[in-house]
């Protein structure tokens, strides 16, 4: 179906689409891909507020910004990584814009473009969806028939940072990574980097160059996984001329293969994978740095993100000497710098808070659902995708553990496979509901979090959807039980409750 005009119930000009996919990410731009690609007859755009396409690689700017998981599964399934498995935020851009291009999905892209409102009517089986062009102030309208939201998780305007006691008094400037001012001079400074996750073991070292000294203060230390940023398999079969998509399904499916070993092996095994990790990072840091306190976390290895540290640099950075880790807790901001409980005070020109997102549950986009708003905290999900009460949308959660976009792919099968069912089937409204074996389901948070537990998440699971006891209500973290179930799913079953137009209102507006 083409692109069409249609008119919504102010009268206003409205531009329809079938399919209307909020963002250009990552995610946004293989949705995109997949669309155009297994349901080619279907018209769609992409509403992006930035003015480009990129999201998480573009809004992140701070030094040495870079993947912590290796490109064969975090680059599209199909769409080669060529280049060393950690890639830098410009190199994950370049290879999204070659996507862009080689797919001409550039024309469908819409920049500063942001939603403001989502509202749907059973009625009409439309979203309508309110825009602002934050470009010239303008509010446009679209109607859709389907909502494939690829807006992130986190709030994108601003990090989170803890509120410590004395913050207004300290007189050097305070930073967070996601809203790196560009003209920052490190250059003779000192510098503390508060946190210990994948954020500041990548700006330590990228910063240690060039600041008199840099200080990374956790209060917990996190488990880092060092290794060279290079993939011997890869090499070897492109030096021997393998095809680039050949070795990237093979580089894939190592990476995939010895994820899922190690993953097997923390739960089997956690105190001898924690050891491994352990003497790799004493390897880089001499029998001499107290690993006990600064590197050895109190969690199971896998419970948080394994941070990933190419080279070992953060490990090297320390051991060059310029760079430290201190662990301890803040007591209080001073003029100079933080007074730690112990009692030491560490003095800083320049303070980083790479202390974490606020996690944002659907953009923080106010959606209706025939006049009313909706609270997605009273949803329950379907496989982490759908929500009760909400129709013809998906919300694309990627993997934590695991690399996002695997489960970009693996989404998009599911949804394209929805939109042909739903047109063979004739009817223009899907939505998933509990079926009689669910009366008595227990009602849970969406994530069990002895299983999985970041700071973002913790602080905000009242805010999210929630997850029912039988896994089908549920957002596992399991790629490859969702590389098993998702394409087997019957989209004719019980929790899929399907309604059409009436055939005298669907005439009319064909
Ligand atoms: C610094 C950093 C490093 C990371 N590293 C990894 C990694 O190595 N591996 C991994 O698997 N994951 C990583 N992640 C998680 C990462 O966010 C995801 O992997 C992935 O990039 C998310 O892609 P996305 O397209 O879903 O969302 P985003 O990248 O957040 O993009 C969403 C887009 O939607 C747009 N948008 C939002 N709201 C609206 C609206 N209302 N209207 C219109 N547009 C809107 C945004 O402007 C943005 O461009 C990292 C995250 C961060 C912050």
Known sequence: ??????????????????????????????????????????????????????????????????????????????????????????????????????????????????????????????????????????????TTNFLWMCQGYYNHAEGYTPEWHGMDTFQGEIVHPQTWPEDIDLKGKRVICIGSGATAATLVPAIAGECEHVTLLQRSPTYFFPAENRNELADE??????????????????????????????????????????TAAREYLGPDFDIDKHFTPKYRPWQQRLAFIPDGDLFVGVASGKASVVTDQIDRFTEKGILLKSGEELEADIIITATGFNLSVLGGIPFEVDGEPVDFSQTVTYRGMMFTGVPNMVWVFGYFRASWTLRVDLVADFVCRLLKHMDAKGVEEVRVAPRDQDEDMEILP???????????????????????????????????????????????????????LPRKVRTKVA
């Not at 250009?24 to 949705?31: D, L, M, N, R």
């Not at 399904?249 to 993953?263: G, N, V």
């Not at 973002?456 to 039980?481: A, F, N, V």
Request: glycine share 6%.
């Open 1 to 142: 179906m083409r692109m069409t005009n249609a008119t919504d119930n102010t009268n206003k000009k409205t531009e329809h689409v079938d399919v209307l996919i909020a963002g250009a990410g990552i995610s946004g731009v293989g949705a995109a891909y997949h669309l155009q690609d297994q349901c080619a007859g279907k018209s769609y755009v992409i509403l992006e507020a930035l003015e480009s396409f990129g999201g998480t690689w573009r809004m992140h700017t701070y030094p040495g910004i870079r993947s912590d998981s290796d490109l064969y599964t975090f680059g599209y399934r199909f769409k080669p990584w060529i280049g060393p498995p950690i890639a830098t935020a410009d190199e994950i851009l370049n290879y999204m814009e070659e996507v862009i291009d080689e797919n001409k999905i550039g024309d469908q892209i819409r920049y500063q473009h942001k939603i403001v409102g989502a509202k749907w009517s059973s009625e009409d089986k439309l979203w309508y969806v309110d825009v602002c062009r934050t470009d010239i102030g303008e509010t446009l309208h679209f």
């Open 237 to 278: 079969l492109h030096r021997i001329g393998v095809d680039d998509a050949v070795v990237h399904d093979i580089a894939r499916k190592k990476a995939l293969f010895d994820q899922a070993e190690m993953t097997q092996r923390c739960l089997d095994e956690p105190e001898v994978v924690k050891e491994e990790l352990l």
């Open 446 to 500: 969406w994530m069990d979090s002895d299983n999985f537990n970041p700071g973002y998440l913790m602080r905000s699971m009242h805010l999210m959807p929630k997850r029912g006891s039988d896994p089908i209500w549920e957002h596992t973290q399991d790629y490859w039980r969702e590389c098993e179930e998702l394409p087997k799913v019957d989209l004719d079953a019980e929790e899929f409750v399907y309604s059409a």
